[in-house]
């Protein structure tokens, strides 16, 4: 049992994580789990580390180059491990790892594990409970199974640059990829459903299995309205800018002192937008008065809707829409959204001591429980942090042996 400080209402109290990803996707997906109260070891490559721990700047404070704010972002709740599996003893170890462990999160390229003998077919012989999480760009199957696949390739080979970016006759018209690594995040959760799913097997039958996310699969599987546009009618989307191509208004207006977001979505709240802007006749107009026919007329509403709106700043406007019931808000920077007393009252920003590098912060779990609520219990780790307290509480080494094995450079 893991020493962890995990609160006895964790919902994955008990649970061991062996976490061989890095990057985005499955360390994201690592930490979703450490969130709801798993004893998650981060495996990382002696003398290699997790690589995004690089991938700056920006830095933090006083860690340039070695310690990015990219890392922090999704390695909360871990212990992290430095181990050269690569050597024969190094290979041992993770197998030992994994024979106590419950789920093994890994995103190497297919086969890369085998190679040292820690695939799942190797691994489910001495843990046939094991659940076995794979994350490839493009799944363990199919002609593309054995490229290498990111995040900012896949926003494009999947559609999503497609539907992404001003439409062709504006300036600046062309695809544009989202500003964050949003498929890498979807292909998190989707690891993170996975293993659940896989728990609840596991809980009737008592059995592991393999479970198989592609980054490519992920894209896929939230094109919704565009792939069904598609599928069901024959009709591309194509890029809308800010305007949503089966809806409006909806998109960015301008008030006297700056823009914000207006965003109607079905004829009640267009009624209701209306009257909030003392424009009732707009309820009746055959041109406003359905959510096709404002589709058709978009240019005509845009326009009335932004001459509606001079006379007044932007925060008399949102306070006057939001009592309406018309959904509306500013366009926030990350600033802003510290500073806003919802996030702050959703306890959003999750503040964290680390030994090294002192405060650590992130954003929060996406969830609330009532009755199991997500913990926050260790600070993103430095590479190897936990390595001599892992091999102790886990495998019940010696020092004596855990010293072997640092001499002899497997770990770190």
């Known amino acids: 049992m893991s020493t962890s400080p995990t609160p006895e209402a964790a919902p994955l109290r008990g649970l061991r994580v062996l976490d061989m990803t890095r990057v985005v996707a499955g360390p994201l997906a690592g930490q979703i789990l450490g969130d709801l109260g798993a004893d998650v070891i981060k495996v990382e490559r002696k003398g290699v580390g997790d690589e995004s721990r690089l991938v700056g700047p920006p830095w933090m404070p006083n860690r340039e180059g070695e310690e990015s704010t990219y890392f922090q972002a999704v390695n909360r709740n871990k212990r992290s491990i430095a181990i050269d599996f690569a050597h024969p003893r190094g290979a041992e170890v993770i197998r030992s790892l994994a024979r106590e462990s419950d789920i093994l999160l890994e995103n190497h390229r297919p086969g890369t594990l085998d190679r040292y003998g820690l695939g799942y077919e190797k691994l489910r012989e001495i843990n046939p409970r094991l659940i ?10 199919g002609p593309y199974a054995d490229r290498s696949g990111y995040d900012y390739l896949i926003q494009g080979m999947g559609g999503l640059m497609s539907v992404t970016g ?10 544009i990829r989202v ?3 949003i498929v890498d995040i979807v292909a998190g959760l989707n690891l993170t459903i996975g293993v659940l799913a896989a728990l609840q097997h596991r809980n009737l039958t008592g059995e592991g299995q393999a479970v198989d996310v592609a980054l490519l699969d992920s894209e896929l599987s939230v094109m919704l309205n565009a792939a069904s546009s598609w599928l069901n009618s024959g009709q591309l989307l194509g890029r809308s800018g800010n305007d949503h191509p089966s809806a409006t208004p909806y998109g960015i207006f301008d008030a006297d002192d700056g823009q914000m977001i207006i965003a109607i979505f079905n004829d009640r709240e267009f009624v209701r937008l209306a009257h909030a802007l003392d424009r009732p006749e707009w309820a009746e107009d055959p041109r406003f008065r359905t959510g096709g026919a404002r589709v058709a007329h978009r240019a005509e509403i845009k326009a009335a809707v932004t001459s509606a709106l001079k006379g007044r ?13 018309v959904s509306c808000g500013p366009i926030n920077d990350m600033a802003d959204i510290v500073a806003d007393p919802h996030t702050q009252a959703r306890g959003m920003v999750v503040e964290q001591e680390h030994p ?14 009532s009755g199991s609520p997500v913990s926050y219990r260790y600070a993103p780790p430095l590479a190897g942090e936990h390595s001599h307290e892992i091999l102790r509480e886990v495998l019940g080494m010696s020092d004596e042996e855990i010293k072997r094995d640092v001499e002899a450079d497997v770990v770190g």
């Open 132 to 141: 076995f999480c794979s994350l490839t760009g493009f799944g363990q199957t």
């Open 166 to 175: 001003l439409p062709d006759g504006e300036e600046g018209a062309g695809p």
């Open 179 to 181: 500003g964050i690594p």
């Open 313 to 325: 700043p932007r925060g008399e406007w949102m306070e006057l829409l939001n009592a309406a019931k």
């Open 356 to 369: 090294v590098m002192g405060k650590v912060r992130s954003m929060g779990a996406g969830f609330k429980l």
